[in-house]
């Protein structure tokens, strides 16, 4: 899910909320009682309650799946970044985040199903292309089956380092969304972190941001 979903369906879920409470209340002017007096009516109020219960409980959870794990990651800005272990890919070397101290790092959680990923991938070679030779590695990192990569990969070459996470942590595994970046800082410490699409413009900010430091 990217962020732009995740905010249709979150301003979807509270209109549909204002307008069951809306409904409510004005079924209860309608009859002038505040409360039902009949079966039907408490039928209808509890049909009411019940979707209204449905509803905010679905709040509940894409908070719970999508807001909550990114502002994890938030949370942590300004700390180091925690261990993250991949295997690199087509190469199949070992490797982890921690290795890449002194650079700035773009690090970008993708799947090869994930449309959005695909569509930000042009802008992340870009970039890499661009201010690699100044200090930045994009590494893009997917929890998939290692095959699954490097059959994508190789369809489709890139500059920036491409791997799969052998062992991660927990704040990388609550990310329930995809595509997902995390600006790290030369010192190897969380500077940002976004869901959804970017493009080039806003990625080239960010280096320049993390090696401006």
Known sequence: MTRTIYLILVTALWA???WDIYVLIRNRRRTGHALPQNRTEWMGLGNDLLTLAMAFGLLYLLNARFSKPLDAVLSQQQKPFPTLTYLGLPDRTAGTVADLK?????LNIWATWCGPC????????????????????????????????????????????TGVITSGNPMIKSLDTRPVSILIGKNGEIRDVVAGAREHRFFSKWAEQALGE
């Open 16 to 18: 549909f909320i204002a």
């Open 102 to 106: 002194g650079k700035a790092v773009i």
């Open 118 to 161: 695909r569509l930000e991938m042009p802008g992340l070679d870009d970039v890499q292309k661009e201010y690699g030779p100044k200090g930045l590695q994009v590494l893009a990192l997917s929890d998939e089956d290692p095959a699954v990569v490097e059959s994508f990969i190789k369809e489709h070459p890139h500059a920036f380092r």
